[in-house]
Structures are given as structure tokens and as C-alpha cells.
């Protein structure tokens, strides 16, 4: 059963719009959640991260965005660039304990 | 800056053989998670030790798969025998549950 969902297995940008990439989850009580990026055959680096007890936490161009009813957090980047081409991993935990992982979204910038 | 090393990178073997992965987790991380990523599950949790010991094995099939501390500066997964199935990316991070930070990943691949 897949506690965290990222149902869009790609997402296609151009340079300079905005990206948002989005995740589900099932479980009410994970308090902690973040956002992973993983480039080609490297490991996946932190992002950014969200408390549940806040809806919005905002560090440069990347904005995280929790909805605790609708079990939903998004990431924006704004503007988005060629660099940010990567999959992208969202991902949640409980009284950090382990983390659980969607399963990732690929995001192209393009020209 | 330091870093979490896996070796080997790559890995091609026939079913049935031993595998081997291992993972040098930071100094002074006393967390070592070991994940792998497929495209259907994304990043799955397999195993993790604190101060050495197991915590949590749940993600691991037990009858093929074992993972161990040996001493502060190794972690290691081994898998026996293989199965075609096990085609994956492995990685090991190290560092707390909400900062982890991940190696570049063992590639393997069963023939």
C-alpha cells in the first residue's frame, strides 16, 4: 500500500514558467514531510521540508505547500530553469521514524 | 565535504550468485538506511541501523536478503542468491531521518 503518491510520472516545463509538482498521502499522521531531487546516476539531495504544524515554507525559487485536509503538498519552482531538470521524491515520516517515498517525478525544463 | 561512498557502483551477475553492496556512511552518523529504487516503487525503505543496530528490517525480503553493521565505518547488503527481480538501484544514506544524505548508488543488475 503506497503511503505517499506522486501521480505524475513526468512533468514538462519551459524555461522560466512555473513548475509544480504535486503528492498524496494517505496517512494523517506523518508530521514531517520533504522534497528530494535526484539527478542521473547520483543519490537524491534534500530539497526543502515542511512541518505539519505550518502550510507554507518558502526558500528561494522553491515553495512547499501543505493542505493537512486534503492530504496534499505540492512543490513550486518559480522560475524554473534547465538545471532543474531532475526526479524529484516527496516524501513524509511519523515522530522521525522512517521516511517513505513516492515514487518520483520526472521534470524537464526546456528552452 | 564529506560523503556517503557505496561500492561497487556497478554491479552484473547471474542469478543465483552472492552479491555484495557496501556503504561507507559519514563520520559520525550513527543512522544508516539502505533503500532501493525501482520504477514502480520508487525508493523503497529496506533496512536501517542506529548506533549499529537493526531498527527496522520490514522492507527486506528475509529470505534472500541480509543487512549489517560490522563496525561504525561499514554498512553492507548482501543478497543470496540473486534473482532477476533484484535489478535495482541501490542506496545507502546515513544522518537523521529528516537529514539524510544519500550515496551516488550501487546499479545492479541480474542476468
Known amino acids: 500500500d503506497q503511503q505517499v503518491k506522486q501521480n505524475s510520472p513526468s512533468l514538462s516545463v519551459q524555461e522560466g514558467r512555473i513548475s509544480i509538482l504535486n503528492c498524496d498521502y494517505t496517512?494523517?499522521?506523518?508530521?514531517?514531510f520533504l522534497w528530494y531531487k535526484k539527478y542521473p546516476a547520483e543519490g537524491p539531495t534534500f530539497l526543502i521540508s515542511i512541518s505539519s504544524i505550518k502550510d507554507k515554507n518558502e526558500d528561494g525559487r522553491f515553495t512547499v505547500f501543505l493542505n493537512k485536509s486534503a492530504k496534499h503538498l505540492s512543490l513550486h519552482i518559480v522560475p524554473s530553469q534547465p538545471g532543474d531538470s531532475a526526479v524529484y521524491f516527496c516524501?513524509?515520516?511519523?515522530?522521525?521514524?522512517?521516511?517513505?517515498f513516492g515514487t518520483g517525478t520526472r521534470l524537464q525544463v526546456f528552452p | 565535504d564529506a560523503r556517503v561512498t557505496q561500492t561497487p557502483r556497478h554491479k552484473v551477475t547471474e542469478m543465483g550468485q552472492e552479491v555484495t553492496m557496501r556503504c561507507q556512511p559519514i563520520l559520525g552518523h550513527n543512522t544508516v538506511f539502505w533503500y532501493r529504487q525501482t520504477m514502480m516503487q520508487g525508493l523503497e525503505l529496506l533496512a536501517y541501523?542506529?548506533?549499529?543496530?537493526?531498527?527496522?528490517d520490514s522492507g527486506m525480503p528475509k529470505d534472500r536478503f541480509s543487512a549489517e553493521m560490522p563496525d561504525a565505518t561499514l554498512a553492507t547488503l548482501k543478497i543470496q542468491p540473486s534473482e532477476p527481480r533484484d535489478s535495482a538501484v541501490y542506496f545507502c544514506?546515513?544522518?537523521?531521518?529528516?537529514?539524510?544524505?544519500f550515496g551516488d548508488g550501487t546499479r545492479l543488475s541480474i542476468l
Open positions: 516524501a513524509a515520516t511519523q515522530n522521525t521514524d522512517k521516511l517513505i
Open positions: 541501523f542506529r548506533n549499529r543496530a537493526p531498527l527496522d
Open positions: 544514506a546515513s544522518g537523521s531521518t529528516d537529514n539524510q544524505q
Open positions: 496517512n494523517s499522521m506523518f508530521d514531517y
